[in-house]
């Protein structure tokens, strides 16, 4: 079955610079989220979006957006970009509310970005 | 705000041994989901099972069973005949439903426990 697909899968920054994270959800699948995954710690909810809007906000920076795309996948952008930004990115998705399916969101196999 | 605590950092068991997982969470809300997902070492979050407030009967998969007590707020998860591929470390997961904006409702965000390291002894 199809998963979750992102890319890049490993991405090496210097400080200040900016990332884009990219995000495929499972076809058919409308609802995307995009959590933070710092080492030893809990995955941290950033943002999700549902039909292109976003849908919820959790603790993400303001120097942090991130998108909805008319064919579902979104993208996280990340400008001037800190020490403490380096972690693990994951993007998972679901289908919708209305779909009636349940709740289920599967995860991709995360961005892991490091910042010099 | 919903929080989900997990008071056991580690836990191991024997191969073919049953384990259990504790997990409380806090909310005032009557409809929601819990979850289980394991994060193996490849650090993949992988779905174990889930289970709907509103449902009475526990959620089994296999040789995965909750223990769902909405009154105590309790979500445990057991895990029978343990197998070496069951080192992970698991999150328990608490979700609502929530209004959107322009109208409807939509999937809330996962809120995590602190995760519990589980070590499968050969």
């Known amino acids: 079955a199809a998963g979750v697909i992102q890319s890049p899968r490993h991405l090496i920054k210097e400080k200040r610079e900016t990332a884009t994270l990219k995000c495929y959800p499972i076809p058919r699948h409308d609802t995307v989220y995009w959590y933070q995954q710092g080492p030893g710690q809990d995955p941290q909810f950033l943002i999700s979006?549902?039909?292109?809007?976003?849908?919820d906000k959790g603790s993400i920076p303001d120097r942090f957006s991130a998108q909805q795309f008319s064919d579902y996948h979104s993208e996280l952008n990340m400008s001037s970009l800190e020490l403490g930004d380096s972690a693990l990115y994951f993007c998972a998705s679901s289908l919708s509310f209305k779909a009636g399916r349940g709740p289920t969101q599967y995860f991709g196999p995360g961005t892991r970005l490091t910042v010099l | 705000a919903q929080t989900v605590t997990q008071s056991q950092p580690e836990m191991s068991v024997q191969e073919a041994e049953t384990v259990t997982l504790s997990c409380t969470y806090d909310t005032s809300e009557s409809n929601y989901y819990l979850f289980w997902y394991k994060q193996p070492p490849s650090r993949q979050m992988i779905l174990v099972i889930r289970q709907e407030a509103y449902k009475q009967q526990n959620a089994t998969e296999n040789r995965f069973s909750v223990n769902f007590q909405k009154a105590a707020k309790s979500f445990s998860l057991k895990i029978s005949d343990s197998q070496l591929g069951d080192t992970a470390m698991y999150f328990c997961a608490f979700m609502k439903p929530v209004r959107l904006t322009a109208g409807g409702t939509s999937y809330g965000k996962l809120t995590f426990g602190q995760g519990t390291i589980l070590t499968v002894h050969p």
């Open positions: 979006f549902y039909e292109k809007m976003q849908s």
